[in-house]
């Protein structure tokens, strides 16, 4: 796990700076903390800032070059099955100098060609340079675990693993507005696009060619769209399941350095922690608990499951000042605006873990793939159409005149019914769209004088339950909830890996029928049911309870000065002509009323939004 950047010229050697290199590089160092390296010539420079996880030698550097001193790769993240390719490539007569999966990869790469990413399982974004035919190859793992940005015109391509690094290089910081409204909608900017026009985000499984001078962007892997309906019944499917599972955690176990796992108490993080613990004694797990916030506080659960497996169990309790305290620095280290608050949180866990290992496998990944939200239920519910569901898009009306506020029971079902009811009125699509959302149409584009909305899901189509999981993958994991965990981890050296998103695993669940993961009673279905008698019984009978992290008392007592001084009043994104004063101030009375429903989460978007452009735009 590592920082990556890079500049490649197309027409000229490059003339600028070295100094801007370096400078990209230093950006990511948090991400690499044990080592920095660069590479140069006339028209390419890279740099690479290396967290050590598989042979921790100083042969194992980056930019690593192949014997020839043609090809140099700088790499991030992990090839489970490395040892697997380097036997074959061992055979064909290759010779390694090192342990490391980066030299697998260069040198699968010199053998096969860009095929040679079908060989790959893990996660990663890497580039590789080839100095005699002045051609590169870049490439984002299959789901989107690792992030990778980059900056195209027709001269040359910046990249780096965060947009931070490209902001190192003198390049056009226009604001893009359509994205400004895409942030506002869903709390972050989906892939391919940035919070700045002359920057994109490389969308999971694609690829970057530079061949003649001439850069071509394709997609080298797709699932679930072109993939045949499994006829396997549902007890064959445990089965499988349970089998694909227990060698994506053993594979994802290979380290030269300490590793434990998260473990919340949830199903996800309880089966991936059970699965850990039989395949390594003295396993080293990992929570955090709430004392300020008994309701979200489920670090009992997660000691119960601890107990079970028999691992070495620490659990961090943070305090609502711990927090906050840690405010500041969580909100500069977001390379674009992000504001989804439970990044706090994995921050915090990631900050803590850090102290013990270096490496934490993670439940992530199995919401979007097993149908684990809330959301996924009200979508099941709005596509069986019966009385109830008549009634409750009937009775808006009410609904919109109950209390509205995510931090009282009354309040969040009051929310939840309102939202419900108007969903139910849209078509299936509109309807997903609408409910992955945070913030609607109007609101959004009076606040920012923009009504142009891109949908980052035009494409989809539902015909069955899987569709909307398949849109999941592309826009909620992808885009948050990895982003969260890459940027957060990575803000403290941690590597975090997802065993759910073996990339055979999740094309073996897209093929099983919908049926098999959500009916009227059950979420996540097949997969509880495969590991229920492994577990605890608490693990998949109590509700699931996500931690809101305490904005509003924060915006009433320790930000309210803020707020007041630099979001609500004399902010700068007015004075440039982005936001729109009059909302902002109607924002402002609905926060202060008390009944704020998601006007909390609009006020954190803006204190997002407000710190990243203050770093980087004034």
């Not at 074959?88 to 490391?100: A, H, N, V």
């Amino acid at each position: 796990m590592c920082g990556i950047t890079g500049y490649i010229s197309f027409n000229k050697p490059i003339t600028h700076s070295k100094e801007y290199l370096k400078a990209a590089v230093n950006t990511l160092n948090k991400r690499g903390p044990d080592h920095i390296g660069y590479y140069e010539n006339p028209s390419c420079e890279l740099g690479h800032a290396r967290l050590s996880i598989i042979d921790t030698s100083a042969e194992a550097h980056q930019p690593m070059m192949d014997k020839s001193k043609r090809y140099v790769i700088i790499f991030n993240g992990e090839i489970y099955n490395f040892r697997e390719i380097r036997k074959r490539l061992e055979q064909k007569g290759y010779q390694f100098l090192t342990q490391s999966d980066t030299e697998v990869v260069l040198y699968s790469y010199i053998e096969y060609g860009e095929k040679c990413i079908e060989e790959f399982n893990g996660f990663f974004g890497f580039c590789i340079h080839d100095s005699k035919n002045n051609s590169s190859f870049l490439a984002r793992d299959r789901f989107g675990i690792k992030q990778l940005y980059y900056s195209l015109n027709n001269e040359r391509l910046i990249f780096g693993s965060e947009l931070k690094a490209i902001l190192a290089y003198p390049i056009d910081k226009t604001m893009d507005t359509d994205a400004l409204n895409m942030y506002f909608r869903y709390n972050y900017i989906p892939a391919p696009y940035s919070i700045l026009k002359s920057c994109k985000k490389l969308l999971p499984g694609e690829c970057i060619k530079i061949k003649n001078n001439e850069a071509s962007i394709e997609k080298y892997y797709k699932y679930y769209t072109n993939s045949s309906p499994s006829a396997d019944s549902y007890e064959e499917a445990k089965s499988k399941i349970k089998k694909l599972l227990y060698e994506s955690v053993e594979s994802r176990m290979i380290s030269d350095v300490p590793l434990g796992t998260f473990l919340s108490g949830g199903v996800d993080s309880s089966i991936i922690s059970l699965i850990a613990s039989r395949i390594k004694k003295d396993l080293n797990t990992f929570s955090i608990g709430f004392p300020d916030e008994p309701l979200f506080d489920e670090s009992k659960y997660a000691e119960q499951v601890a107990k079970h497996i028999s691992s070495k169990h620490h659990t961090f309790q943070l305090t609502n000042n711990t927090l906050y305290q840690h405010l500041e620095e969580i909100l500069d280290y977001m390379d674009e605006p992000f504001a989804d608050s439970s990044a706090i949180n994995v921050y915090l866990l990631s900050k803590k873990t850090r102290e013990h290992v270096t490496v934490s496998l993670s439940g992530d990944g199995a919401d979007e793939l097993f149908s684990g939200y809330n959301k996924h239920a009200a979508l099941y519910f709005a596509d069986n159409r019966n009385l109830q569901n008549y009634l409750i898009k009937n009775m808006g009306g009410l609904f919109n005149n109950m209390p509205s506020s995510r931090n009282s029971k009354i309040g969040n079902l009051g929310r939840k019914l309102s939202k419900l009811s108007y969903g139910l009125k849209l078509q299936p699509k509109e309807r997903y769209e609408q409910w992955a959302s945070f913030m609607n149409k109007d609101e959004i584009s009076l606040l920012t004088k923009n009504k142009n909305f891109i949908s980052p899901i035009k494409n989809l189509k539902i015909s069955s339950f899987n569709d909307y999981l398949y849109a999941d993958f592309n826009l909620v994991l992808a885009n948050d909830m990895l982003k969260k965990v890459d940027l957060m981890s990575m803000a403290n050296s941690l590597e975090v890996r997802t065993p759910f998103l073996d990339h055979q695993l999740v094309d073996y669940v897209f093929s099983l029928p919908s049926s098999y993961k959500i009916d009227k009673g059950s979420r996540k279905k097949i997969l509880k049911d495969s590991f229920r008698n492994d577990l605890p019984n608490t693990v998949f009978e109590r509700k699931k309870h996500g931690f809101e992290v305490p904005l509003e008392k924060w915006f009433q007592n320790q930000l309210k000065s803020y707020l007041k001084d630099k979001i609500f009043e004399n902010n700068p994104m007015v004075k440039e002509g982005f936001l729109d004063q009059e909302q902002l101030s109607k924002i402002k009375f609905s926060l202060n009323k008390g009944n704020s429903g998601d006007t909390v989460l609009q006020t954190w978007a803006l204190i997002g939004l407000d710190n990243w452009f203050r770093k980087n735009l004034i």
